[in-house]
Every structure is written in structure tokens, then in C-alpha cells.
């Protein structure tokens, strides 16, 4: 058969690590030329292919897409929250238009749960249409949430692993700030992402493993009420003088003015107040048995582009488990997620690359283990820190820079000609 062409895309709120993926979907697939022709990038995921806007990424240099490795969140080819529901008809009538008019045969998505729906139903769209394309999701989520309760199918997400050393430095960062400004703001309060699944917050522990900080972690998961957090942070107060909060943006502290994207998740930075700005005016109306009052901090968008903070460990695998999608298109066809598996024959990390069928892992939902929350709600067990602990990496990563700024990649702005006739997604209509 003669080479077919490539169009991957991205979709969700970006992570430092997306662009590897990418990268490593780039880099596999321009070296098979015998199956593979032009590769395009979907400009701002599926919105891209419904409006036909498929940038050539066969126009940018090798050096270029090679600086995907240590380019953070979206800035590439850009990612959306658009999502094909049921009765878009001719949303997906457009999908399969698209396509078949850029002799598309091989479709990546990266993303998490919703995009994984959407990859999903492409590739059922493709069986139903009988057109000759083969879909495979890529994960991508810092909230690691893909995936199932037994880790069999996804061990864990890539965006996730820098995520965690993102909260492992920015806590012991924190705790050194707490430490020395004590006299006058003994209680400092970190409002951490994770509408309602708390591995991201859960990931401040591993900044002290050895539980020497004065720290409690508030996962939405906890159940915990508002007035039990304060009466917990007066009992650290008593004992130590001060007190480190982190606290799930998920956490139930009543209504805070609530924002929902296209995908209908909860967008707490977009919300009328932060869930950090309650707990820090509740905690300030108790009495302290300490001079002083609490502060609140809210890391926003940066703790997910903050390319300073990534994971090595986390870069390779997201660069792996990109290849592994090409690998799995080629020679395994369609309806399947490239996957991540962590070896479970010896005491050191390593991992694997599988894959697993779509309809799994379309809209899945796996949720913090009850068996990782500590009894006491406020912490979490050593098991956590044992699964969590190798994702983070050991080194800094390195980053070109250029007059002291960091060089990020360029994709060239070429674009595939236009062959179709102008398009409105259908969600956009008035």
C-alpha cells in the first residue's frame, strides 16, 4: 500500500511533558516513509480537523521538533476542550470529510479521559464509515486519573510524574518560608490542582517522606468538613508552633462561585473564589495559640508548564509511550491507547510499553486508592510515597537557553491547502 499520511493532535489542559509525546510521534513516524507520508498537527486538537486548519509539520526542521523534548504545555500545535457528542452528526460527518480529503490513514490523540472518548469514537467512526484509518490514543493527564483501580491497564500518565516534583520542590520551597516567618504567618495554606482525585496534592508528601515538616494534605477524597481542618491546625499549632497546609482545589468548602469547561469539569481558576481564600478567611477568624495569621498561596497554570520543574523520568516516558503509539498503529491497527506498565519483578523502577483497547479507557475514571489515604484523613501512607517517589527523577532537567531565556521549539506555521468548503463546529453556532 502506498504511504498514508499522519495527523495527531492534542486535547485537555497541557502538562511540561506533552510535546515529548509529540515528539516521539513525530520523530517514530517520519522514519518509516514506506507507510507514513506527511504528518499533520491538528491546530488546537479536534477543533483543527473539523475546521480543516492541519499544520505541516513535515515544514519544520529535525532540530526544531527535537526541542519538543524541553518545550512545555500546548505552545506547538496548541490543544482544546471541544468534544463530539452524541447527535453532532455532522460534526462527525465533517471528521470522516476531512480525512478522506488528506488521505489521512493514521490519527493520534493525545490527551486524557475525554480525549481517549474522543479517539474512541473516531476510530468507531472510521469502522461505521468504512474508512481506511487507524485511531490511537496517547494518555497525557497530571491528575493521573486515567486508567483503571488495579493499574493494569496504565500504571500512571505522563504530565503526572513533574507534576508531583513540581509539589515535592515547591513544598519543601514552602516549608523553608514557613519555617523563618513563623513569628508572624505560622499557618500557610497551598492550594494544589485536582477537582476531585487527589494524586496531585497527595504528591506534597514525597517533599518530606520522613514526616519531619509540620504538614497536612487535604484531598478532596478525605471527606473532611471545614471546621475539622481548622480544629487540626490548632492542634498543630499547639505542637509545633506553625502548620502547612495543602489543600485539594476540589476540597468541599461550599460554593465558591463555580466555572465548567466544554468537557463539564469544574475550572477552580476560573471560579469567583479560590478554595485557598476560604480556608485562609475561616482559619483567621479562630483564636491561634500562636502570635499571627495564616497566608494563602494559589500555584496556578505554572505548576503544569513549569518546564524547569519536569521530570526526567517523566520526558522519557512520555517521548516512549509516543513512539509506542506509531509502533502500535503500524502493526496493531485500530481502537487501541498506547500504555505505561510498571515492572513488578524487581525492587528497581522500571517500565514497559502495551497498550490497551480504547472502549477501557474512553471517559474511565480511577480515583485515589482509600488504601493510600492515611487514618487520620490528613496524609497519606508510605505506599503512596513508594509508587509516587521514582516518577519524580533525581536530577534537574537541562534547557537550552539562548541570551539567558529559554529556547523553545518554532513549528513552522505551513499549513495543508485547504480542500474542503469552510466549516463551523457544530458546538459554535448560535
Known amino acids: 500500500m502506498p504511504p498514508r499520511n499522519v495527523v495527531v493532535a492534542q486535547s485537555g489542559g ?38 480543516e486548519e492541519l499544520i505541516d509539520l513535515s515544514a519544520t526542521p529535525d532540530e526544531e521538533i527535537a526541542l519538543l523534548r524541553t518545550s512545555p504545555a500546548a505552545g506547538s500545535i496548541g490543544t482544546c476542550r471541544y468534544k463530539l457528542k452524541k447527535g453532532q452528526d455532522e460534526d462527525f460527518a465533517r471528521v470522516v470529510e476531512v480525512f478522506k480529503a488528506h488521505d489521512v490513514g493514521y490519527f493520534f ?71 523563618g516567618s513563623r513569628p ?77 469547561d466544554n468537557f463539564g469539569h469544574v475550572q477552580f481558576s476560573s471560579s469567583q473564589q479560590t478554595v485557598a481564600q476560604v480556608v485562609v478567611n475561616y482559619l483567621n477568624t479562630l483564636k491561634f495559640p500562636v502570635p499571627g495569621k495564616a497566608r494563602g498561596q494559589v500555584p496556578g497554570t505554572d505548576q503544569r508548564n513549569a518546564i524547569a520543574y519536569a521530570s526526567s523520568v517523566d520526558l522519557d516516558e512520555a517521548y516512549g509511550v509516543g513512539r509506542h503509539a506509531v509502533e502500535i498503529a503500524l502493526n496493531e491497527g485500530n481502537g487501541w491507547m498506547a500504555t505505561i506498565l510498571r515492572d513488578r519483578s ?45 516518577l519524580i527523577g533525581e536530577d534537574w532537567v537541562s534547557v537550552p537557553t539562548v541570551a539567558g531565556l529559554p529556547r523553545f521549539a518554532r513549528i513552522a506555521q505551513v499549513f495543508a491547502p485547504r480542500k474542503l468548503p469552510a466549516y463551523v463546529p457544530q458546538t459554535y453556532r448560535k
Open 346 to 390: 524487581g525492587s528497581a523502577y522500571n517500565v514497559h510499553y502495551d497498550k490497551a483497547p480504547l472502549e477501557k479507557v474512553a471517559n474511565s475514571e480511577r480515583f485515589f486508592p482509600k488504601e493510600w489515604l492515611a487514618p487520620s484523613g490528613i496524609d497519606v501512607t508510605d505506599e503512596f510515597v513508594d509508587y509516587a517517589r521514582p
Open 184 to 260: 508572624a504567618d505560622p499557618v500557610l495554606v497551598i492550594q494544589a490542582m485536582g477537582r476531585k482525585i487527589g494524586y496531585i496534592p497527595a504528591a506534597a508528601r514525597l517533599a518530606d517522606p520522613r514526616r519531619e515538616m509540620p504538614l497536612q494534605i487535604y484531598l478532596t477524597e478525605s471527606g473532611l468538613s471545614l471546621q475539622q481542618l481548622g480544629e487540626n491546625v490548632i492542634r498543630q499549632l499547639e505542637s509545633d508552633g506553625r502548620c502547612i497546609v495543602v489543600v485539594s482545589e476540589g476540597f468541599d468548602v461550599g460554593e465558591v462561585g463555580s466555572v465548567r
Open 109 to 179: 490523540y493525545i490527551g486524557g479521559n475525554d480525549s481517549q472518548d474522543t479517539a474512541h469514537k473516531v476510530s468507531v467512526l472510521a469502522n461505521e464509515h468504512g474508512l481506511d484509518l487507524v485511531a490511537v490514543g496517547v494518555p497525557k493527564t497530571i491528575d493521573n486519573d486515567l486508567g483503571d483501580a488495579e493499574f493494569t491497564l496504565l500504571d500512571h500518565s505522563p504530565g503526572y510524574g513533574s507534576v508531583a516534583r513540581y509539589y515535592a520542590h515547591y513544598v519543601r520551597q514552602a516549608n523553608e518560608e514557613n519555617a
Open 14 to 51: 497541557p502538562t511540561c511533558v506533552i510535546n515529548n509525546s509529540l515528539r516521539g510521534i513525530i520523530e517514530a513516524a517520519r522514519r518509516r516513509p514506506d507507510r507514513i507520508g506527511k504528518v499533520y498537527g491538528g491546530r488546537f486538537g479536534i477543533e483543527g480537523v473539523l475546521k
